[in-house]
């Protein structure tokens, strides 16, 4: 099967404040690159599935899956709850691609979404 994304992905599979306590409805935006343009992300790796902008994390600080376009350069900040900045990440993606996680069929059955 081929792929058309990249998976996001970055160290903190979660949001936790500096407590420990998981930033329930932490928001994660996702912009063109130096740029406040909103950029589409999705939820599968077909990138046939919108996610909302911002992806909320659940209850547990958790994000839900998050591909991007791998042609393109993204600038991605992480809020709290009540809209507080956390950190911004500029560029993700093209013109930074540590971030990103290409799947493939490899990856099929073993455990990897």
Known sequence: MAYSGARFVWPNSFSVDATGVPRAGAQLFFYQSGTTTAQATYADAGLTVA??????????????????SGATAYAVVLCDGTGEQIW?????????????????A???????D
């Open 51 to 68: 996610n909302a902008n911002p992806v909320v994390a659940d209850v547990c600080g958790q994000f839900g899956n998050i591909f991007l």
């Open 88 to 104: 911004t990440m500029d560029p993700v993606g093209a013109a930074g691609s540590c971030l990103l996680y290409t799947s493939d």
């Open 106 to 112: 490899a990856d099929e059955g073993l455990g990897v």
